[in-house]
C-alpha cells in the first residue's frame, strides 16, 4: 500500500538514500557506513553525526511519512554517541527543557523540535537497535571516517528487515505531521565542521580571557531570526548557524552556564 504524501518528500536535505516508497523502513546508520542493500527493503537510509540537529532532521522526514513505521540504528558509536542520544530519544522521551533523558551524547537537545513532535515520533516508530559497540574512547572525528559492514553485520540487519516487513502495521493512521526546521541562508555539506568551527572558536575566546572576565556574560545580537544570522558581542563575529536555539544551547554548556 502506498500511502499519500504532501510533495516534496523527504522534506528536509540531508544525508541519505531514497529506496522503496513500499517499505515501512527507515534505517539510520552511525557516520558512514559502506554497504550494499536492495532499494526495496528500505525507505529512506541515512548517516546520524549529531545528538541534536541530526535527530530534529530524522525526525521531521519521518513524520511527515506516515508509512515509515520501523527505525533501524546500525553502526558502531562515535565519540560524541549520535546513537545513545537517538535511542534513548525514542525509549525515554525529553524533559522539560527538550534535553533528551538518559542521553550520554553532547548537547543531546532538540531546539527546535516540540514535545508534540516527539510524541508522534516515539510512537509511530518501533525502534531496532543494531549499534555496536556501544563505547568509545570519547574521541570525535570531525572528518567522519567510512567503515564497511562485515558479513555477520550484514546478516543482522537483513534479519531484521526481515522481521519489520513481516510485522509492518501499515501506514500510521493519524496521516503525515510536517516539522518545519529552520533554513539556513546558505547549504554547507556538513553543518558539523560549521558547528566545529563555532566550538573552536568560543573555546579560543575562553582561554584567551583574563580570569576575571570568565564570569561576565553578554548576549548576542540576533540579525535575522529568518536566516538565524547573529552578532557575537565578544568579538563582534557575524555569524550564521543552522538554528541559533541549539547555537545559544552549544554556548552555554562551552561556559558552563
Not at 516539522?179 to 566545529?196: G, I, N
Not at 543552522?242 to 544551547?249: K, Q, V
Request: proline fraction near 8%; include cysteine; charged fraction near 25%.
Amino acid at each position: 500500500m502506498i500511502h499519500s504524501l504532501k510533495a516534496p518528500w523527504p522534506i528536509v536535505p540531508g544525508s541519505y538514500r531514497l529506496g522503496s516508497m513500499r517499505s515501512p523502513i527507515a534505517i539510520v546508520t552511525v557516520g558512514q557506513a559502506k554497504f550494499d542493500l536492495e532499494r526495496e527493503h528500505y525507505c529512506i537510509m541515512g548517516s546520524l553525526r549529531s545528538a541534536n540537529l541530526g535527530i530534529e532532521k530524522i525526525i521531521a522526514n519521518v513524520l511527515s511519512n506516515p508509512g515509515i513505521r520501523f527505525l533501524i540504528v546500525c553502526g558502531p558509536e562515535e565519540g560524541h554517541m549520535p546513537a545513545d542520544s537517538l535511542l534513548s530519544l525514542l525509549r525515554n522521551g525529553v524533559d522539560g527543557q527538550m534535553n533528551i533523558i538518559g542521553a550520554r551524547g553532547q548537547l543531546a537537545c532538540l531546539s527546535d523540535i516540540s514535545p508534540e513532535a516527539v510524541r508522534r515520533f516515539r510512537d509511530q516508530v518501533r525502534v531496532i537497535d543494531l549499534v555496536h559497540p556501544k563505547e568509545t574512547a570519547d574521541t570525535i572525528d570531525w572528518q567522519d571516517p567510512t567503515f564497511d559492514f562485515d558479513t555477520s553485520r550484514m546478516d543482522e540487519l537483513r534479519e531484521a528487515i526481515a522481521e519489520c516487513e513481516r510485522d509492518n502495521p501499515g501506514p500510521y493512521p493519524e496521516g503525515p505531521m510536517m516539522v518545519a526546521l529552520p533554513e539556513p541562508l546558505c547549504s554547507p555539506l556538513d553543518w558539523s565542521m560549521v558547528l566545529k568551527k563555532q566550538v573552536d572558536r568560543v573555546s579560543g575566546l575562553m582561554l584567551r580571557m583574563p580570569s576575571e572576565q570568565l564570569l561576565t556574560t553578554s548576549d548576542d545580537v540576533v540579525v535575522s531570526p529568518e536566516f538565524e544570522v547573529f552578532i557575537d558581542p565578544i568579538d563582534w563575529m557575524v555569524i550564521q548557524m543552522p538554528s541559533l536555539l541549539f547555537y545559544a544551547s552549544m554556548k552555554k554548556y562551552l561556559t558552563g552556564q
